[in-house]
């Protein structure tokens, strides 16, 4: 099992980067400003978004009725439907199904959900060879790291890394910087890996149940090509993806590369019902893997609702200044720190603690999830599972003491106004006092807040 490590102290080596923090808040806020001109282009933009939550809403709480109804139309239209309860059991039915077509090379487009069940890993370690086809997923994978967003994989890259990762991997110029250049060179050895890929395996964005179609939004046009020159197609979807209707389609477009990214859409909406043709196969894995734990929770059901766009690591002041990698999480952000400790919340109890509360992540939802409210229960959740350090737990159960007694707390105002004005700085500002590391102590008022609304606003 490995470590478990603190936010604060996995974020430490991005934050001390100024320059790189910087960057990164710049790059995400200029995503976050294009996602606004959007969502203020139309008109009906809350209506979009009301009618999304509540469709989604529907969907989770008939979820078992909407699940057999997709894989009964899928079946029918020539898909082979699979059942994986955890990420282990979809694992092995990918790679069950590369060993029944002997293949030893795949490609794969964008899944933040074979991203979720380590799924390279495991076919790697079986000798299967593969290929993430994404322009910022094949760099992170050259590079041996993880995405750090769920949109934007590589954010956290400057393109002059990119320029030495190239050169390293496949041979441009030593110090190419050049945007375009460094996207032509990706893209011939692409295509190259396009060519000898024998399976495509995408992920899913949505799912029709009353068609038993998929789709799948990509803005490099690489899943297209991936599932069109192979012969099968294995598609890995969490059972959170569906939509009942066909019709109800069009409103989650809408609104998810307007959140995502700022475009009116994504370039390329591609639809699968079957497979393509007689010699094709179309294989669908429908995931679990802690989806029916989610679900069963009152209070935090509603984050199934999320249709991964993004836009709430957009818009986090804590995610932006710290950088995806910092959360160790596949989902990483406000989302990221509602899930996770849904699965452990050993390993991540200090995610909940990455947020100011400030609900920009709420406001930007397209589906109306709760963010900030959910990050404030799960605090709640894991005082009563006892997982805070006992440092904090001491620490809060005397200032919940102090609060609920005024006399105490009007005593304990007066020795501290008085205290911080005799205290020397050291006995403030020392290695036990993580607080004051960059921080001055505020300067003491005269009288305390209750004193001057008793002489202002008494009568």
Not at 211 to 237: F, R, Y
């Amino acid at each position: 099992m490995l470590p478990i490590v603190e936010h604060p102290a996995a974020a430490k080596e991005f934050v001390t980067n100024p320059d790189r923090s910087r960057w990164h808040d710049r790059a995400l806020w200029f995503v976050r400003s294009k996602r606004d001109l959007q969502a203020s282009s139309l008109p009906e933009w809350e209506y979009l978004r009301q009618t999304a939550s509540q469709i989604k809403t529907h969907t989770i709480a008939n979820l078992a009725h909407y699940l057999e109804q997709f894989e009964q139309n899928a079946i029918a239209a020539g898909a082979k439907v699979y059942w994986a309860e955890d990420a282990a059991e979809h694992n092995e039915i990918v790679l069950q199904i590369l060993r029944e077509h002997r293949t030893s090379r795949i490609v794969k487009s964008k899944s933040m959900l074979t991203e979720e069940c380590g799924l390279n890993h495991h076919l790697e370690a079986n000798g299967i060879d593969v290929v993430d086809t994404d322009l910022g997923e094949r760099i992170v994978q050259l590079r041996k790291e993880t995405p750090s967003h769920i949109v934007l994989p590589a954010i956290h890259i400057k393109k002059e890394e990119v320029g030495e990762t190239f050169h390293e991997h496949l041979g441009t110029e030593a110090g190419a910087s050049d945007p375009k250049y460094l996207t032509e060179a990706a893209r011939g050895h692409l295509r190259d890996k396009f060519l000898a890929g024998q399976i495509g395996i995408t992920g899913v964005n949505f799912a029709i149940a009353e068609t038993g179609g998929i789709v799948v939004c990509t803005n490099e046009g690489n899943a297209d090509l991936g599932t069109s020159i192979p012969k099968v197609h294995i598609a890995c979807m969490g059972i959170e993806k569906l939509v009942p209707r066909q019709r109800d389609l069009g409103v989650f477009t809408r609104l998810l590369a307007r959140s995502a990214t700022g475009q009116p859409i994504t370039s390329y909406t591609s639809h699968f019902i079957g497979p393509k043709d007689d010699q094709s196969e179309l294989h669908i894995i429908l995931v679990d893997n802690g989806r029916t734990k989610l679900r069963s929770s009152p209070t935090f059901r509603a984050a199934m609702h999320c249709i991964r766009c993004g836009a709430c690591m957009n818009t986090c002041p804590v995610y932006r200044r710290s950088g995806g990698h910092s959360y160790r999480a596949t989902v990483p952000g406000p989302i990221g720190s509602v899930l996770s400790p849904t699965r452990d919340p050993n390993s991540y109890k200090s995610l909940p603690y990455a947020c100011s509360l400030c609900g920009s992540c709420s406001d930007v939802c397209p589906v109306k999830i709760p963010l900030h409210h959910q990050l404030l229960a799960w605090r709640g959740e894991l005082v009563g599972k006892k997982l805070l350090p006992m440092g904090k737990r001491v620490a809060m159960t005397l200032a919940s003491h102090l609060f609920r007694h005024p006399r105490l707390f009007t005593t304990a105002g007066a020795i501290g106004r008085l205290s911080l004005r005799v205290m020397p700085r050291w006995m403030t500002h020392n290695r036990f006092n993580k607080w004051s590391i960059a921080r001055d102590m505020p300067k003491p008022p005269q009288e305390s807040f209750r004193n001057w609304h008793r002489r202002h606003r008494g009568n």
